[in-house]
């Protein structure tokens, strides 16, 4: 079905390969360089896929071993959600979604609920993306993005961080009026037998010196 055809292909590209030994199809465990095809890197974990002779002839033989199907477009592993985790869950059979024993619509309103919650949390957070007050039939009928995913089952991810600057108390001076001083500080080393040394040092010597702050 359209699932499996898709993360087959993408199994493929990933390095994959068929194991004569175990009827098995091996994904490889290293990123694809995919710029030519789509601008990005697709990265793919190891994964055991078994599948019947019908897949292994139409999907993974041809981009597998003689290269006849090709990606017009992929995401990173970590831009979204997980559609290979999706996929080991998720079944297709008489054109309708099968997972763990549940048909498409039980599994559509438990994916829905779920994004209810999230949405619902990220109100309390001024700094989060998409906060709404959504429902059930809200998720369900949003547009689809990527199937099964639709628009509210989606969400943008982003990353923080943060530094400290280390300088001497002149320097801290000139950046702020109120510079934090830190006197005691932990740390490791391995010339474990010089440890007592160079702690002394760095901590004792050259406060003393010249009242650097850390």
């Known amino acids: 079905g359209r699932i499996t055809r898709n993360a087959l292909i993408a199994y493929a590209l990933c ?14 465990n290293y990123s694809v360089e995919m710029g030519r095809l789509a601008g990005g890197t697709l990265y793919c974990n190891p994964v055991n896929y078994a599948s019947n002779e019908a897949q292994k002839e139409k999907f993974l033989t041809p981009v597998a071993k003689d290269g006849q199907i090709g990606a017009s477009a992929m995401t990173e592993f970590n831009a979204g959600s997980d559609i290979f985790n999706m996929e080991l869950s998720l079944l297709e059979k008489d054109d309708k979604i099968i997972t763990k024993g549940r048909a498409e619509d039980s599994f559509r309103k438990t994916m829905a609920e779920i994004a209810v919650k999230n949405r619902g949390y990220a109100r309390m957070n001024p700094y989060a993306h998409g906060p709404m007050k959504i429902t059930v039939e809200d998720v369900i009928n949003s547009p689809v993005i990527a199937y099964p995913l639709r628009a509210l089952d989606c969400c943008l991810m982003s990353v923080g961080s943060a530094c400290g600057v280390v300088c001497d108390e002149k320097t801290a001076y000139e950046i702020t009026d109120n510079p934090l001083r830190i006197w005691i500080g932990a740390g490791s080393h391995t010339l474990r037998e010089l440890i007592g040394v160079i702690w002394k040092y760095h901590f004792y010597q050259t406060k003393s010196q010249d009242n650097t702050i850390i």
Do not use: F, H, Q
């Open 15 to 28: 390095g994959g390969r068929w194991s004569e030994y175990s009827e098995r199809y091996i994904a490889g």
